[in-house]
């Protein structure tokens, strides 16, 4: 198979040697079902709560004391953000006026440049009778918090706010909204997981009370992900028949890939500062060097604070599909936005939300990168992306 270069981590990261090796001895041990309560079932049950706590730990979750936060593990981001967003709506309106069973319509908000996954289940409260209202925001990609606050009803009950979009890279005033919807008695979830294992990712500090995150982002085991909750706070569940992890999540639950997760997270925290100085110095480089050679060049979120391994970018009268199929055969592998919606030929929500041009709209890429790249790889990225451009503008 033809090597390529990999700027698609935002899709997913390449699982990490160690993680691979921990796995890969998690399965020698041969743990067994951590439900049972035999002493195999005890030990693996051991494991697997060490693991609970240290990713607690890791994401700055309350992890011992009367008001100790809750992490659920899950198959990974998209079913974290459901149980999130249905559950804690569900559980609000089970508990509504004392317990009555009459149905009590909730208002929610979700921002306008949020993931599928949260999109796709506040469709679903909408069709349960409930109602969605999306956040607006600016030309940066970044949530408009004055309009949030103007947009507040009497029955608002849940905010959804990303902490990092997926496709532009640009972070979002969770903490501010946070604050504001804590004073008011309003619930905040925030989908973290393309922050997670790239920046420092604080729990307790975001004052949020749910927070979404998954282990491929940040080269753990892909199918294995997780919803930490505020002390106290407890979502409906969306699947029963079992009584693991407080019956929030039921299933039996994979010591090893809960491993890997968790060893992927110690490496990020091993190495945050060089990591993020590292993918900055060469996301910051591609960009600079490619907008010199080609000054009609979009970087889209530029003015905002981003993740520092996120590449937006708008090619003059470059179809978009035509660039990743060219970028493609020169093995460059890069993405349109959303790995969920990569099959798509719609244009991308985040940026229309953007209120960007359809042009540039039309012909955005996104680059990410990882801690495995190299800066010899950016520099034959900046070639191949040359290159191509170069040949589209001779056609």
């Not at 990303?162 to 919807?181: K, W």
Request: glycine letters at 8%; aromatic letters at 6%; proline letters at 4%.
């Amino acid at each position: 198979m033809k090597k390529f270069i990999y700027l698609d981590h935002n899709s997913t990261a390449p699982m990490l040697p160690e993680v691979v090796d921990r796995m890969t001895a998690c399965f020698a041990a041969g743990f067994v079902n951590p439900a049972s309560q035999h002493r195999p079932g005890q030990l693996a049950r051991k494991h697997l709560e060490d693991s609970r706590r240290k990713i607690a730990n890791f994401l700055g979750a309350k992890t011992s004391g009367m008001d100790t936060d809750q992490l659920v593990f899950t198959s990974g981001g998209t079913e974290s953000n459901n149980l999130a967003i249905l559950g804690l709506v569900n559980a609000l309106d089970s508990n509504e006026k004392n317990g009555s069973s009459i149905f009590s319509p909730q208002h929610i908000l979700v921002s306008s440049i949020e993931h599928p996954s949260v999109i796709g289940a506040a469709e679903q409260l909408v069709r349960l009778g409930h109602s969605v209202d999306k956040i607006p925001v600016d030309s940066d990609g970044v949530c408009c918090v004055e309009q949030l606050q103007s947009m507040i009803k009497d029955n608002t009950k849940l905010v959804s706010l990303m902490l990092a979009n997926n496709e532009t890279g640009v972070l979002q005033p969770v903490n501010e909204v946070a604050r504001f919807c804590r004073d008011r008695e309003i619930l905040c979830h925030t989908d973290a997981v393309q922050a997670v294992g790239k920046i420092p990712v604080h729990f307790r500090e975001l004052s949020v009370d749910a927070l979404s995150f998954t282990g491929h982002k940040f080269g753990g085991p892909r199918g294995i992900g997780g919803l930490v909750l505020r002390h106290g706070l407890t979502p409906s569940p969306l699947q029963f028949g079992g009584f693991q992890q407080m019956a929030l999540r039921p299933g039996t639950e994979d010591v090893a890939i809960v491993a890997g997760m968790e060893t992927a997270l110690e490496a990020f925290h091993e190495n945050a500062t060089n990591y993020y100085s590292n993918v900055l110095v060469m996301r910051d480089h591609l960009e600079k060097t490619l907008l010199s050679r080609f000054p009609d060049l979009v970087v889209n979120g530029a003015k905002a604070n981003r993740l520092p391994h996120v590449s937006n970018l708008s090619f003059s009268n470059v179809d978009r599909q035509s660039f990743l199929m060219a970028a493609d055969m020169k093995g460059l592998a890069i993405s349109t936005g959303s790995a969920c919606a990569s099959g798509s030929s719609e244009l991308s929500p985040v940026l229309l939300a953007m209120g960007l041009e359809k042009t540039i709209v039309e012909n955005s890429v996104r680059i990410s990168l990882g801690v495995s790249n190299t800066t010899e790889e950016i520099q034959n990225t900046i070639e191949i992306i040359s290159d191509i451009l170069n040949q589209f503008s001779e056609n």
